[in-house]
T-cell receptor
């Protein structure tokens, strides 16, 4: 069974530039999560989708971050404009049905300079 | 905000010894999960324990859950150098089904 795919693996951008991350969840997984993990900290949930609807985005900085999940499968997370403090690993995870483990991708390491 | 908090923050042991790490959380939960993260990699699911369970085993892993104290412990027996990683607990607050991670315990197993 293929795992959660994320791209790119690494990205370096200058502050105020924009960046997008892509995630392809495990086939059939209805729930998709985006997490931000700053070095030395635990992952912080940014947004949770159920199919193509948003379940929770309370921790998403909506003035600069946006996410979508078209057709309830792939998802993209965008940052525009990026700030230095956005430097982190962005992790995508998927699960199904409710109340089971979440499977994580390898993450995208973003460095904002 | 962090729902869970692991203790200790860092742990260093010799190969063959047991490692115990604890997780405390703030609100009632549906279940609690433990994950491992090797440096620079994604998270790997280790074990899930439901709120109505008190203990669960998987290979060299033993997890306990005390809902009255809002705490869980992960025991790794007969540790190996390959167990060197960060360990996180994740809880989903009752009624939400979103997983909130703790701050993690960095385990180092010395050969």
């Amino acid at each position: 069974e293929a795992g959660v795919a994320q791209s790119p693996r690494y990205k370096i951008i200058e502050k105020r530039q924009s960046v997008a991350f892509w995630c392809n969840p495990i086939s059939g997984h209805a729930t998709l999560y985006w997490y931000q993990q700053i070095l030395g900290q635990g992952p912080k949930l940014l947004i949770q989708f159920q199919n193509n609807g948003v379940v929770d985005d309370s921790q998403l900085p909506k003035d600069r971050f946006s996410a979508e999940r078209l057709k309830g499968v792939d998802s993209t997370l965008k940052i525009q404009p990026a700030k230095l403090e956005d430097s982190a690993v962005y992790l995508c995870a998927s699960s199904t049905p409710w109340d089971t483990e979440a499977f994580f991708g390898q993450g995208t390491r973003l460095t904002v300079v | 905000s962090q729902q869970g908090e692991e203790d200790p923050q860092a742990l260093s042991i010799q190969e063959g010894e047991n490692a115990t790490m604890n997780c405390s959380y703030k609100t009632s939960i549906n279940n609690l999960q433990w994950y491992r993260q090797n440096s620079g990699r994604g998270l790997v699911h280790l074990i899930l324990i439901r709120s109505n369970e008190r203990e669960k085993h998987s290979g060299r892993l033993r997890v306990t859950l005390d809902t009255s104290k809002k705490s869980s412990s992960l025991l790794i027996t007969a540790s190996r150098a390959a167990d060197t990683a960060s360990y996180f607990c994740a809880t989903d607050k009752t009624g939400t089904y979103k997983y909130i991670f703790g701050t993690g315990t960095r385990l180092k197993v010395l050969a």
